[in-house]
């Protein structure tokens, strides 16, 4: 997921940070503003459902290249 995000959004993305945490805990941030937590969701995260997220960030706040 990792290499798929920096391919993705590299001219968006000025650091990536993971961050281990125990309790099950998945959950990705951009700008420190949470865009998916498993804590809320109560599930995994589907496939590509993060990039759409992270999309959806970025397109909202005018985050383009």
């Known amino acids: 997921m990792t290499a ?4 993705e959004f590299e001219p968006q993305i000025a650091a990536f940070a ?3 945490s125990d309790g099950g805990r998945f959950q990705v941030s951009v700008n420190d503003e ?3 937590s498993k804590l809320h969701t109560g599930r995994h995260v589907n ?7 992270v999309r ?6 005018h985050l383009t290249k």
């Open 4 to 7: 798929e995000l920096l391919k």
């Open 18 to 20: 993971l961050t281990p």
């Open 34 to 36: 949470l865009v998916y």
């Open 47 to 53: 496939p590509g459902e993060i990039k759409q997220l």
């Open 56 to 61: 959806k960030y970025i397109e909202e706040y």
